[in-house]
């Protein structure tokens, strides 16, 4: 069924396009830098993703959930990741896959909403932010003036991270994005004199432009995985590889359904699955367009899961957790610190070791070369992931 014309407006409007001008404070991110978040929706469990398989609380935790020390992929005499992500071991030995854990914040939120708004606006779990915190970033650092969009969200989801932004656009398919832009009316030939009216013709006059110089149909010699996730990564190289004349900043897509309470195994195992296909096409689609060096990667969750198994042969919702960051540029490796499951707090979780808004920090200040305090509301010391 056709989107009605506003209906569409509205759609790109709350997320972000259309918004008031970004007012320029300080310096502008690096222009051939390009960040790509990928969130986990759901909570990924992150001591089945990286596993401390040497440890024997793990065992004694998970007696039916622990990963076989044989099937764990070894990176270390300690940890492995799960069987399903042996696909990221030639990324690994590159030296171009970063496994930063122990990530989490102080006093966490076990509500889905709640503890994924604190990771997307970086708020402290006491306080409720509006904006996202890369609508901030680009609120207080003017990105260049030849991108086509601050940041573009692949999926229905709403905008993340960017929610806020007077500078990003969501689209699910870059033909179908284009056809609804054609379904909107012609530009009037003066500036109408109603704020409201001129908002809704700048609306307009954005996603024209958008729809514009996007190209669609980018044939890549990668293989995409199937399904809805190998589609958004497709949407989001096809995205990418218009960058010579519709440059982006930020591209945000997601992978859902990892909200784990029962039979972990073979849900978690297909969902790792998926992931780590997706990054190694994605990885292999941005060396083909010869940005790869030039891309971070980094995913996000709101939260880990419990260290101890439930009754349902699943996990509940956690706190601390590991998240990846890949790309040509990254410092391969640990990070952080492994999570001591002797030293639980009263739920059962264990403690993080390094707050997640130090990685945005690191991605601010080391990968952009902006200032972060601005953005994120505190000094966060930085990750030597670049």
């Not at 590159?94 to 709640?114: D, M």
């Not at 960017?162 to 398919?173: E, I, K």
Request: glycine share 8%.
């Amino acid at each position: 069924m056709m989107m009605k014309r506003r209906t569409f407006l509205l759609t790109l409007a709350g997320a972000g396009l259309g918004l008031s001008p970004i007012r320029s404070q300080t310096a502008a991110p690096s222009p051939n830098r390009l960040l790509i978040l990928i969130a986990l929706k759901g909570g990924n469990d992150g001591l089945n993703t990286l596993i401390p398989y040497a440890d024997p609380r793990y065992r004694i935790l998970r007696p039916d959930l622990a990963i076989p020390v044989d099937q764990v992929v070894k990176l270390s005499e300690q940890e492995g990741l799960h069987p399903q992500l042996a696909p990221l071991r030639e990324v690994w030995q590159a030296g171009e896959l970063a496994l930063v854990r122990g990530v989490g914040y102080p006093e966490p939120n076990l509500s889905h909403f709640r503890s994924m708004d604190i990771w997307e606006t970086a708020s402290a779990s006491d306080e409720t932010l509006t904006t996202g915190w890369l609508a901030r970033c680009f609120a207080a650092h003017s990105p260049p003036a030849n991108l086509i969009a601050a940041g573009v969200a692949v999926g229905n989801d709403a905008a993340g991270p960017l929610q806020g932004s007077a500078n990003a656009l969501t689209l699910t398919d870059i033909a179908l994005f284009q056809q609804q832009a054609r379904w909107l009316g012609l530009a009037p030939s003066t500036v109408p004199p109603n704020p409201a009216l001129r908002h809704i013709v700048d609306v307009e006059n954005r996603i024209r432009q958008a729809a514009s110089q996007l190209k669609r149909g980018h044939r890549f010699e990668t293989t995409f995985p199937e399904g809805p996730f190998g589609r958004a990564l497709r949407t989001a190289c096809e995205v990418i590889a218009s960058r010579k004349r519709a440059s982006v900043a930020v591209v945000h897509l997601s992978l859902p359904d990892f909200d784990t309470h029962v039979r972990q195994a073979p849900r978690q195992g297909r969902l790792l699955r998926q992931l780590a296909e997706g990054l190694v096409s994605l990885r292999a689609a941005l060396r083909e367009l010869g940005v790869w060096n030039e891309a971070l990667v980094m995913t996000y969750s709101e939260f880990g899961r419990r260290p101890q198994q439930n009754a349902n042969r699943g996990t509940d919702h956690g706190t601390a957790s590991i998240q990846f960051v890949l790309g040509g540029s990254v410092r391969g490796g640990f990070h952080g610190a492994a999570l001591d499951l002797t030293n639980l707090d009263g739920n059962g979780n264990p403690h993080f070791v390094l707050d997640f808004r130090s990685l945005y920090a690191t991605v601010l200040e080391k990968w952009w070369g902006v200032e972060s305090r601005s953005v994120l509301g505190a000094q966060f010391e930085t990750v030597k992931l670049i």
